[in-house]
C-alpha cells in the first residue's frame, strides 16, 4: 500500500517536470547580462510566421515552437514559427547591431532549452558562427554563448530577457 502512495504522489510531479513552455510573441529586452567588456544589453522580438516563411528561411533567424504542440493527436495543428530578431548592443562601436541566430535544436526532455548558433557579420562587427543556448521559459528567456576575444582567450556571455 506504501508504495503505491509514493508512486501516486510522483506521478505529478515528474509530469510537471517535462513541461514544455510554448513561445510567447512579443519584444524581450536584457534585464541582466554577465559583465563582460563587449557587450552590454541586448533585446529579440518574436513575431509568428507561417510554415512556408520558416522554411525559406532556411534555418536562420527563424524557430520552430516545440511547446506549442504537446498536443499528438494535433501536432501539425498547433504547430507554430516564429521570425527571430536579435540585436546586442556592442559597446566599442556604442549602439545595437543585429545578429544572426540559426539552426535551433530542441533539447529533448527540457522545458525549453534550445541549441543554436550565433553569427554577426556586419561591416563594423564580426562574430564568427559560435554555438549558443536559448532557453525559453513563459514571459522570460535566457541566451549564452562564448565568443574569441581578441587575445584568444574565451569570454562567457548570458542574457536574461523579460518580455516588455
Same mark, same amino acid.
Given at each position: ?37 563587449? @557587450?552590454?544589453?541586448? #533585446? +529579440? *522580438?518574436? /513575431? ?5 516563411? %520558416? =522554411? ?42 543585429? @545578429?544572426?541566430?540559426? #539552426? +535551433? *535544436?530542441? /533539447? ?5 532549452? %534550445? =541549441? ?42 548570458? @542574457?536574461?530577457?523579460? #518580455?516588455?
Amino acid at each position: 500500500m506504501k508504495k503505491k502512495i509514493i508512486l501516486l504522489l510522483l506521478i505529478p510531479f515528474l509530469t510537471s517536470c517535462f513541461h514544455q513552455y510554448p513561445l510567447v510573441s512579443g519584444d524581450y529586452i536584457s534585464e541582466r547580462v554577465l559583465e563582460n567588456d563587449y @557587450f552590454s544589453d541586448a #533585446k +529579440f *522580438s518574436l /513575431i509568428e510566421i507561417d510554415e512556408k516563411t %520558416y =522554411n525559406e528561411a532556411n534555418f536562420i533567424n527563424v524557430i520552430k515552437d516545440r511547446g506549442s504542440y504537446n498536443d499528438k493527436k494535433n501536432v501539425r495543428k498547433n504547430r507554430k514559427y516564429y521570425r527571430f530578431n536579435l540585436y546586442i548592443f556592442v559597446i566599442p562601436l556604442d549602439k545595437f547591431v543585429q @545578429f544572426d541566430i540559426g #539552426k +535551433f *535544436s530542441y /533539447i529533448d526532455g527540457t522545458s525549453g532549452l %534550445y =541549441n543554436t548558433y550565433l553569427s554577426c557579420s556586419s561591416p563594423e562587427f564580426s562574430l564568427e558562427k559560435t554555438f549558443a543556448e536559448f532557453e525559453n521559459s513563459y514571459n522570460k528567456a535566457e541566451l549564452g554563448f562564448q565568443m574569441q576575444c581578441e587575445d584568444e582567450t574565451y569570454q562567457g556571455i548570458r @542574457f536574461t530577457f523579460k #518580455k516588455v
